[in-house]
């Protein structure tokens, strides 16, 4: 579950951990030490966290059978990074998806004028179509 920034997203990170269990989630995210995300990262390694929630940098975990990738807030710029490497996290999302076979899914209460002008009649995005389907 990618967050824009997750100092702004606690009530989720709450409710995740309620209904999963703190040892079930990974977070990752720049306000961590690096001892602290060193430690997240091999939880996520050693398959003992079935959840990673984390910022536009947590889309590299890594993460074996991925089962659905969620964006929340997509509109939010902080999706893409200026840094070098430059990356978009939502087209990483959209990769890993396909390869996958996965749900991919956008959240938003005011989408990216991008992401909309993907959508087809159904609502889904061509962010995860294949070409020629």
Do not use: C
Not at 4 to 26: H, K, Y
Not at 34 to 56: L, P, T
């Amino acid at each position: 579950m990618l967050v824009p920034e997750i100092s702004l997203t606690p009530q989720m990170v709450d409710r995740f951990i309620a209904r999963f269990g703190e040892e079930n989630i990974a977070l990752l995210h720049s306000k961590l030490s690096v001892g602290e995300r060193y430690d997240e990262w091999k939880k996520i390694e050693k398959k003992e966290a079935k959840i990673v929630i984390g910022a536009r940098s947590a889309i590299f975990a890594p993460v074996e059978n991925l089962g659905i990738i969620i964006i929340d807030e997509e509109h939010d710029t902080s999706y893409k990074s200026d840094m070098t490497p430059k990356y978009n996290a939502k087209e990483i999302a959209s990769y890993l998806a396909k390869q996958n076979k996965i749900p991919l899914v956008f959240g938003s209460a005011t989408p990216d004028i991008g992401t909309y002008y993907r959508l087809d009649k159904e609502g889904r995005s061509s962010y995860t179509k294949s070409k020629g389907k």
